[in-house]
């Protein structure tokens, strides 16, 4: 089948759409409370078909895409499908986000639509999201999140570590578009998401039918759930920072009167995580985790069973994104005097504990940390396997930046995955011990253990083999980087380069 590649910030070929979008996210970001009434339209615009595609089987930041013509004539006859109003839907595959080809696909079209309704609503709701909402929004990923603990909630006591796991499962579709509706009054747009929500919910083998709740893993899901959970995130910044509410006022006037002025509350939320950190007595804690008991209940209809709201002291660690939050305390000594002073800071710290779990459900280690063969790469040669190796220790290195015992934990994973890679060549090259494969093949397994055919071909050495070779740890601030400039593409009107990322 012929395959051709079409540029999607091409001028000539579509030069009106993009116009037409720019003004549309023009509007969106000028207008954070306008109602649209006509969002069908835009789905007659065949560049959003483009990208909707190229999102689901490229997934790259190329402004290209590269289709067949039989699956540019199967993408016309499915938008031809959805302007005419038909149910396509065939259900919502949890755990598929992307496809390979639409020939051999049974899913493709739902995740075509999906993508679809995603570009339409996302730039409504996302100007009007908050600046502490983190998780699955453009620039805002978990170390952004763990950028704004280390910067923002510095003096913090105790924390509310908040979570509403298995809830979204159970949302109610009708209070849901209720929300919706209060933005978008298309009649085309609230169908389509409507069927979605109500359509079969495959996970593996099997179907279910679904009358409420959101489908974890689709497409949608995360725009959906941030959506809904917007109303408690300004709820909570104004019962935060406001203090409107009269009870926690008059705790804080009692302080105030004693020259106490102190009390801070910071709130962050990722996905279906929360936290809540608070310079101030106990008791303020307690009275702030009753009141965001009730309103998620009374105000969200949240069922108090997935509801875990803890009150924890920040020396007793707090884990939150794979990393552990808590309080240390250094004993600074002055050169002058014979004097010493406590001082106490917050940190991230990544436990041993998580790491080697993390290690063990993908059999590279035992629960003790002990190495186990890489048989999973039994089938490639010594240079891949190395390459694969080396980009999983990067991975690691960029993963750990904002732990304080960064350099550590990625020196403990090098020593695992080297010592796992040796037992493996061991066994495929037949030298029977990992001594004898460190000393044939070195320190850092880059000579060649077999027979090297090609002689000119170089094998990479094992990176952070050795704990002075691993990089220093960078400042928390540099992955707010993204967030800034998040901000200044708002600031410029460039919305359609966030959203569209093309």
Not at 214 to 240: Q, T
Not at 251 to 280: C, E, P, Q, T
Request: hydrophobic fraction near 45%.
């Amino acid at each position: 089948m012929k395959k051709k590649i079409i540029y999607l910030n091409h001028l000539s070929t579509f030069q009106k759409d993009l116009s037409i979008l720019r003004l549309y996210y023009k509007n969106c970001y000028t207008n954070p409370n306008l109602i649209f009434y006509k969002l069908g339209n835009y789905l007659n615009l065949n560049l959003i078909w483009y990208l909707a595609f190229k999102n689901v089987t490229q997934n790259n930041e190329f402004s290209y895409i590269i289709i067949n013509e039989l699956e540019e004539r199967e993408l016309m006859k499915l938008k031809q499908l959805v302007l005419e109003g038909i149910d396509i839907w065939g259900g919502v595959h949890t755990k598929r986000k992307s496809l390979h080809s639409i020939q051999v696909d049974f899913f493709w079209k739902d995740l075509l639509i999906e993508e679809i309704i995603k570009i339409i609503i996302e730039p409504i709701f996302e100007i009007n999201f908050e600046h502490n909402s983190f998780g699955f929004r453009p620039y805002r990923t978990c170390h952004t999140a763990l950028s704004y603990i280390t910067t923002q909630m510095q003096n913090t006591i105790w924390v509310l570590d908040g979570n509403l796991k298995g809830w979204f499962d159970l949302i109610n579709i009708d209070q849901l578009l209720k929300i919706l509706t209060l933005r978008i009054q298309d009649v085309l747009i609230l169908n389509l998401i409507k069927s979605g929500l109500n359509a079969k919910i495959i996970n593996g083998n099997y179907a279910m039918e679904s009358d409420i709740g959101i489908p974890i893993g689709s497409r949608l899901s995360s725009l959906l759930s941030n959506i809904y959970l917007d109303f408690f995130d300004k709820w909570m910044n104004n019962l935060c920072f406001q203090s409107c509410d009269p009870k926690l006022q008059s705790i804080k006037n009692i302080f105030i009167n004693h020259h106490l002025n102190f009390i801070s509350v910071h709130f962050l939320r990722f996905g279906d995580s929360f936290l809540i950190g608070i310079n101030a007595p106990f008791y303020f804690a307690a009275e702030i985790q009753k009141k965001i008991i009730n309103y998620l209940k009374n105000y969200l209809h949240i069922n108090e069973n997935f509801i875990k709201l803890d009150i924890k002291h920040l020396s007793k660690g707090v884990s939150f994104l794979g990393y552990l939050w808590k309080r240390k305390i250094a004993i600074l000594k002055s050169r002058f005097k014979n004097s010493k002073q406590n001082y106490a800071f917050a940190v991230l710290e990544i436990e041993i504990k998580t790491l080697l779990k993390v290690l063990q459900n993908q059999n590279i280690c035992d629960g003790s940390g002990k190495a186990l063969p890489l048989f999973a790469y039994l089938h490639l040669s010594q240079k891949e396997s190395n390459v694969k190796v080396n980009n999983i220790l990067l991975f690691f290195c960029n993963w750990c930046a904002l732990a304080v015992n960064r350099r550590y934990i990625v020196a403990f994973i090098a020593g695992i995955f080297r010592l796992a890679l040796s037992k493996m060549y061991a066994a495929k090259f037949k030298l029977r011990t990992t001594v004898a494969v460190l000393k044939k093949g070195g320190y850092f397994l880059n000579k060649s253990l077999g027979i090297n055919k090609k002689k000119d071909i170089t094998i990479p050495k094992i990176l952070y083999s050795k704990y002075n070779q691993i990089p220093d740890q960078t400042k928390s601030q540099i992955y707010l980087k993204d967030l800034f400039k998040y901000s200044s593409h708002l600031k410029q009107g460039k919305v359609l380069n966030i959203i569209l990322r093309i």
